[in-house]
């Protein structure tokens, strides 16, 4: 996971509410075994209509998407967020996220921005009125900020998927930081574990 520090860049307004993880990734798609090419079909059942604000040029490269409150609940399917950040997804800013939702991301690099109803209407409005916006989150000040539109907030995470994040630690990454403990524990470790033989 790369670490993420500070993400500059425009957004989607997705005004919609409650948003499952079935929504953002139908089961048609969970057939894949691999982590990529799930951006293909993110929203796919909504990009079906020519006027779903995914397809409008103007937001065609947008990095952060903006969604009403209850993004993310449902299934606890990572796919969900593996289909976000395969489309180029790098936040998703929301007053209320589905709790595995939010925890599948930050493990994933896929930061969730919490802010106050009232924060994520006004940047929805403002980047309704100006797609072009840009928008900065800096993870380190947990500040979330869209000068040119007078929008100042600050987030909440916990501190240690703060690190997390600002690190670049998956799951895999934390468990390496041990690499070296890890290699002097297995010659003296017991014959009679079990244990996973080297292919």
Not at 164 to 193: C, K, M, N, Q, V
Request: proline share 7%.
């Amino acid at each position: 996971m790369q670490p993420v520090r500070v993400i500059t860049g425009r957004a989607v307004p997705l005004e919609r509410s409650d948003v499952d993880t079935d929504q953002i990734i139908p089961a048609s798609w969970l057939k894949r075994v691999e982590r990529t090419g799930f951006g293909k079909g993110l929203f796919s059942q909504w990009r079906d209509d020519r006027d779903f604000v995914l397809n409008k040029p103007e937001h065609a490269g947008a990095t952060i998407l903006v969604a009403g409150p209850n993004f993310g609940t449902g299934s606890s399917r990572e796919h969900a967020v593996w289909a976000l950040t395969d489309y180029g997804f790098k936040a998703v800013v929301s007053p209320r996220f589905g709790d595995i939702f939010r925890n599948n991301s930050t493990k994933a690099g896929l930061l969730p921005v919490q802010v106050s109803a009232e924060v994520a209407q006004a940047l929805m409005e403002a980047v309704n009125r100006d797609p072009s916006l840009e928008i900065t989150i800096d993870v380190e000040r947990l500040r979330l900020e869209a000068p040119a539109a007078g929008i100042e907030a600050s987030f909440p995470l916990d501190p240690f998927t703060q690190h997390r994040l600002l690190e670049g630690l998956d799951d895999i990454g934390l468990t390496l930081r041990f690499a070296s403990d890890i290699d002097t524990y297995e010659p003296s470790r017991p014959a009679w574990l079990p244990c996973v033989e080297a292919v």
